[in-house]
């Protein structure tokens, strides 16, 4: 199993992940990333943009917004 498809999995499970570990998946996902003003992040590539804020002090991903951005991937994760 590839890096890209562990982190999937990973993401997809109710297991912890980290905001390194979102950065890379969106990445491998064909993404590019662009800091926006305070914590705001956007993920990006021609057909999709995905926004959310940078978790902290706490650096796992909240339950609510994995949820969230696997809805928006649904067509990149199958």
Same mark, same amino acid.
């Given at each position: 199993m590839s890096k890209k498809q562990k982190?999937?999995?990973? %993401?997809?499970? #109710?297991? *912890? %992940?980290?905001? =390194? @570990?979102?950065? +890379? $998946? $969106?990445? !491998?996902?064909? %993404? @590019?990333? =662009? *800091?926006? #003003?305070?914590?705001r992040v956007k993920f990006y590539k /021609? *057909?999709?943009?995905?926004?959310?804020?940078?978790?902290? /002090? #706490?650096?796992?991903?909240?339950?609510?917004? +994995?949820?969230?951005? !696997?809805? +928006?991937?649904?067509? @990149? !994760? !199958?």
């Amino acid at each position: 199993m590839s890096k890209k498809q562990k982190l999937i999995e990973k %993401f997809k499970s #109710d297991s *912890e %992940f980290t905001w =390194q @570990e979102l950065e +890379r $998946m $969106m990445l !491998l996902l064909g %993404f @590019e990333k =662009q *800091e926006g #003003d305070g914590s705001r992040v956007k993920f990006y590539k /021609p *057909e999709l943009t995905i926004s959310i804020h940078k978790p902290h /002090p #706490d650096k796992s991903i909240k339950h609510y917004v +994995r949820k969230e951005i !696997l809805a +928006r991937l649904k067509d @990149e !994760l !199958l």
